[in-house]
């Protein structure tokens, strides 16, 4: 089945630096989503990608949708604190059915005050 | 009560105990589902209702059941687990039709340790 792969499985930086984060796939998705999962919480969604080549941001978060449709990065510029927490890249199983996702195994993200 | 809510947060069951999993959504969507995230792991889908007809179940065992009374509630009934059951079981909501794009909010999730 279709997989997305995120790497690596941790990032450490330090707090004002920028971080940035791919999610990779052999298929071509028609949709990206990035969540964050804050630690005990559930993921909320950050940003919704749904052109190719489509650029997008959230406050300090930036994401792009990748020409080929097989990839996506998201960008955190001027890290802080609250910044913590596991990052999903996610996409529809079936091309429209934003419903059921496929989702990354997830990069944690640790901010070094 | 805002977005996904989830019942109980956190849950330690026997393998020989019946326990429920809880959801309500307060945001009119029609669709929900349950999600299974386990250490290391991409977040597993379980099971998909729309407008309360399941339609999906991702080959999960019998030992998990879920039930959809309506649109805005969601239980996950347990019975008989195991060990490697233990998980962070999360809800979520979607609108599948008409206004909006079908993404997925998640509720806080509810913590599950079977011994």
């Known amino acids: 089945g279709q997989q997305l792969n995120q790497s690596p499985q941790s990032m450490f930086i330090q707090e004002g630096e920028d971080v940035s984060m791919n999610c990779t796939s052999s298929?071509?998705?028609?949709?990206w989503l990035w969540y964050k999962q804050d630690p005990g919480e559930g993921p909320v969604l950050l940003i919704a990608?749904?052109?190719?080549?489509e650029l997008t941001s959230n406050g300090r978060l930036t994401a792009q949708f990748g020409i080929t449709r097989k990839d996506s990065f998201l960008n955190i510029s001027a890290s802080i604190p609250s910044d913590v927490g596991i990052y999903f890249c996610?996409?529809?199983?079936?091309?429209?059915?934003?419903?059921?996702?496929?989702f990354g195994k997830g990069i944690t993200l640790s901010v070094r005050p | 009560e805002t977005g996904v809510t989830q019942t109980p947060r956190h849950l330690v069951m026997g393998m020989t105990n019946k326990k429920s999993l809880k959801c309500e959504q307060h945001?009119?969507?029609?669709?929900m589902y349950w999600y299974k995230q386990s250490a290391k792991k991409p977040l597993e889908l379980m099971f998909v209702?729309?407008?309360?007809?399941?339609?999906e179940n991702n080959s999960v065992p019998s030992r998990f059941s879920p039930e959809c009374p309506n649109s805005s509630h969601l239980f996950l009934h347990l019975h008989t687990l195991q060990p490697e059951d233990s998980a962070l079981y999360l809800c979520?909501?979607?609108?599948?039709?008409?206004?909006?794009?079908?993404?997925?909010?998640f509720g806080e999730g509810s913590r599950l340790t079977v011994l």
């Open positions: 979520a909501s979607s609108q599948v039709r008409g206004r909006g794009t079908g993404e997925l909010f």
């Open positions: 298929s071509i998705f028609n949709t």
């Open positions: 990608l749904y052109k190719a080549g």
């Open positions: 996610a996409g529809p199983k079936t091309p429209g059915a934003n419903s059921k996702l496929t």
């Open positions: 945001l009119g969507h029609n669709a």
């Open positions: 209702y729309n407008f309360k007809e399941q339609t």
